[in-house]
T-cell receptor
Framework: QQQVKQSPQSLIVQKGGISIINCAYENTAFDYFPWYQQFPGKGPALLIAIRPDVSEKKEGRFTISFNKSAKQFSLHIMDSQPGDSATYFCAASPIKAAGNKLTFGGGTRVLVKP | GAGVSQSPRYKVAKRGQDVALRCDPISGHVSLFWYQQALGQGPEFLTYFQNEAQLDKSGLPSDRFFAERPEGSVSTLKIQRTQQEDSAVYLC??????????????FGQGTRLTVV
């Protein structure tokens, strides 16, 4: 069962544009929401993460927006660059549990055109 | 080591063959996870170790899958009598594993298993 739904499956954006990826979750026990970036042949790498006590977190060109009541969160990539072309995964876990087992979304393949 | 190391990077197995996949986590990391990533999909949880104890194996798809971490460091995922549906990338991740904190999980590059 897919507990974290991610959309779109893919998107193409021009260099300098904004990439927006959305995720929705069902399990109210989730309280840690990381985003991972994965390049072909590599493992996922943590990009940015948020906890539900804040509605937005920004790190450089990457921003997470979080809506606890709607159980939705999104990743915005500002000033997208060709090097940002990768697959992005949202994830969620119950932070209080030891181990922080992650439930991933299905992924979004982003292509940034120069 | 500097990161999570997995070996082999690629494995081709004939249907019915047994395989063993190795994970060397970051030194000092208490928590170790195995995930399965099918082509074009997100990783799915298989099992979790805290030191040498396997605390959660709810994601293992069948009793053909077995994981161990006998000394609390290196872990091995074993798949017996491989089937074509086992073809996937198997990812290992480790973290400091402090309960109640969102400690970052560091992933290895994965082992791509192809069952023919």
């Amino acid at each position: 069962q897919q507990q974290v739904k991610q959309s779109p499956q893919s998107l193409i954006v021009q260099k300098g544009g904004i990439s927006i990826i959305n995720c929705a979750y069902e399990n109210t026990a989730f309280d840690y929401f990381p985003w991972y970036q994965q390049f072909p042949g590599k493992g996922p790498a943590l990009l940015i993460a948020i906890r539900p006590d804040v509605s937005e977190k920004k790190e450089g060109r990457f921003t997470i927006s979080f809506n606890k009541s709607a159980k939705q969160f999104s990743l915005h990539i500002m000033d997208s660059q060709p090097g940002d072309s990768a697959t992005y995964f949202c994830a969620a876990s119950p932070i209080k549990a030891a181990g922080n087992k992650l439930t991933f979304g299905g992924g979004t393949r982003v292509l940034v055109k120069p | 080591g500097a990161g999570v190391s997995q070996s082999p990077r690629y494995k081709v197995a004939k249907r019915g063959q047994d395989v063993a996949l190795r994970c060397d986590p970051i030194s000092g990391h208490v928590s170790l996870f195995w995930y399965q990533q099918a082509l074009g999909q997100g990783p799915e949880f298989l099992t979790y170790f805290q030191n040498e104890a396997q605390l959660d194996k709810s994601g293992l798809p069948s009793d053909r899958f077995f994981a161990e971490r006998p000394e609390g460091s290196v872990s091995t995922l074993k798949i017996q009598r491989t089937q074509q549906e086992d073809s996937a990338v198997y990812l290992c991740a480790s973290s400091l594993g402090l309960a109640g904190k969102g400690t970052e999980a560091f992933f290895g590059q994965g082992t791509r298993l192809t069952v023919v």
